[in-house]
């Protein structure tokens, strides 16, 4: 089904939900599409189109989000070393999570940390995962392309 | 009480299915449940809070039309409605409770400096939290 924005399956939504919940719940987790596509019933063609369309963006770079909003989220609410927080949120490198979230958010962990510390006062009020998702990168873009378009941004005068 | 907000609504994709899951898994209770036609009010209430009626309206005519009626289906499918939150006494005890009912949970409890959340959703996709405040 092509469908405009309307025009998915409330029933297939429905199930690429509970896709999307499974990797809110356990971002850390390896999630292969056919993973994915086994819990929303479909195949795997069909779920990588289909979460696309439904969410805006495929299914890695929403997990992508989801382990850079929970990486800030210990960065900013935890004391535990870069190292520890880069392997809980389901990196096998500190390097490769180092550069990703400097890539997604434009600064390092460890700015974001002391960044996040300063305002932390101001959202006390809030439901701690509401505040949290409000934080989550706009990952409109794949991670490379943000990549180029940020090294064209340098190199322009 | 005497005033304030005495109906807030859900969109919910089958009343039936709805009204099963919100009276025998959640533990409300109907509270009003009129048919005009097509169109049905149904509203539940939690039976420790009178003065507040959860609503569980379908999407369609002649409140929307078709059009309006599928997007808003659409919407509710994949959790783009506002966030809910239950408060309970005992969150875990809760979740037990509930996921032995087939509730389906989207989060664990979690401890969050000493109150405990987790998360749940709807057969439709609305999303709850389920909140256990600091005592």
């Known amino acids: ?157 | 009480m005497t005033q304030g907000v005495q109906v807030a609504g859900l969109y919910v994709r089958d009343q039936d299915e709805a009204l099963a899951f919100y009276v025998e898994k959640l533990g409300f209770r109907v509270h009003t449940d009129v048919k005009n036609g097509d169109f049905r009010w149904l509203t539940v209430q939690h039976p420790e809070q009178p003065s507040f009626q959860l609503g569980l309206f379908v999407p369609g005519p002649p409140v929307l039309d078709a059009a309006t009626a599928q997007t808003v289906r659409a919407l509710v499918a994949k959790g783009a409605m506002p966030p809910l939150v239950l408060v309970v006494d005992d969150c875990r005890a809760a979740c037990e409770r509930m996921r032995a009912r087939g509730v389906e949970f989207t989060q664990e409890p979690v401890d969050r400096y000493g109150t405990v959340d987790a998360g749940f959703r709807d057969p439709s996709g609305n999303g709850w939290k389920m909140l256990q405040a600091r005592r």
């Open chain 1, 1 to 157: 089904m092509s469908g405009g924005i309307t025009g998915q399956d409330p029933e297939l939504l429905r199930r690429l939900l509970r896709a999307k919940d499974r990797m809110d719940a356990a971002s850390h987790e390896h999630w292969p599409v056919r993973r994915l596509a086994r819990v929303s019933r479909v195949s795997e063609a069909h779920f990588a189109r289909s979460f696309r369309q439904a969410f805006g963006v495929p299914p890695h770079r929403y997990l992508l989000t989801r382990r850079i909003e929970r990486a800030s989220a210990l960065l900013r609410d935890t004391d535990l070393p870069i190292t520890e927080i880069a392997f809980q949120t389901g990196w096998g490198s500190l390097g490769t999570f180092g550069r990703i979230f400097r890539d997604v958010t434009g600064d390092s962990p460890g700015a974001i940390r002391a960044r996040a510390r300063a305002t932390a006062q101001e959202l006390a009020p809030v439901p701690t995962c509401h505040v949290s998702a409000a934080q989550r990168p706009d990952l409109t873009i794949a991670v490379s392309e943000k990549r180029r378009r940020v090294a064209r941004r340098y190199k322009s005068p």
